[in-house]
């Protein structure tokens, strides 16, 4: 397998897919692309970096979204366009796609597990943040099973949560949980770190609206 990470801070998306293109072009050095994940500043034309996509490799699975930051073996960018591309003989890859996430979790999550294959080694998501993330991530990890690890995260723009939105294809989407699908002859594994640690006493959350607390130890979350 063949995995190409390609970063740009060109501010142009037009000026920026091109490079990316261009980039990872020469180093395919002539193998064909299979999967791809593209995440992007909401600064960008997101529109024009998916079409450009499209056109040199068209029917090229991808999915992604906007982020808060971007994070490479080049580095951190606040306002970049990252694109990670998968190559490889007996790699195969599918998309499924789940709509209006907020509104029905469980029918978006169904949608989106429509197109999964009978040999499906590793499902990838970056979805909206706009539900449940543990309910969604436990649904699709018990529809998959243990052998089929699930991993990603949630689009961002920079905290202001109200611009974020998702890649499948060549569409520019919102509220939506769009999913890659990878089959083949490989091994996975992962793992979790995390820069979080306590700075005070534990506290019990006293009222909560699925994923929004309201109440922590008996007092409004924000004022406490």
């Known amino acids: 397998m ?52 499209a056109e040199q490799w068209p029917g090229l699975p991808l999915v992604g979204g906007s982020t808060d930051g971007e994070i490479s073996n080049s580095g951190f960018a606040a306002d970049s366009v990252l694109l990670t591309i998968l190559a490889g003989k007996g790699l195969r890859a599918r998309t499924g796609l789940g709509r209006n996430l907020s509104l029905d979790t469980n029918r978006a999550i169904t949608e989106a597990l429509q197109s999964r294959g009978p040999d499906t080694r590793l499902c990838w998501t ?19 099973g243990s052998k089929c690890p699930v991993v990603g995260g949630l689009t961002g723009d920079h905290r202001e949560y109200t611009r974020m939105v998702e890649f499948c294809g060549r ?14 002859d490989f091994f996975v ?4 770190g995390t820069g979080w640690f306590p700075i005070g006493e534990p506290k019990v959350v006293t009222k909560s609206d699925g994923h929004w607390i309201r109440e922590i130890g008996g007092r409004p979350a924000l004022e406490l």
Request: hydrophobic fraction near 50%.
């Open 171 to 184: 569409e520019v989407l919102t509220d939506s949980l769009p999913v890659m699908f990878l089959e083949g």
């Open 2 to 53: 063949k995995a190409l990470t390609l970063q740009t801070q060109e501010i142009d998306a037009a000026t920026a897919v091109a490079e990316l293109i261009a980039l990872a072009t020469e180093q395919l050095a002539g193998d064909a692309p299979v999967a791809a994940f593209l995440f992007a500043s909401t600064d960008y034309d997101h529109q024009t970096l998916l079409d450009a996509i």
């Open 126 to 144: 970056v979805f909206a943040p706009t539900s449940n993330s543990t309910a969604v991530v436990r649904r699709l990890q018990n529809e998959l």
């Open 189 to 192: 594994s992962c793992g979790i």
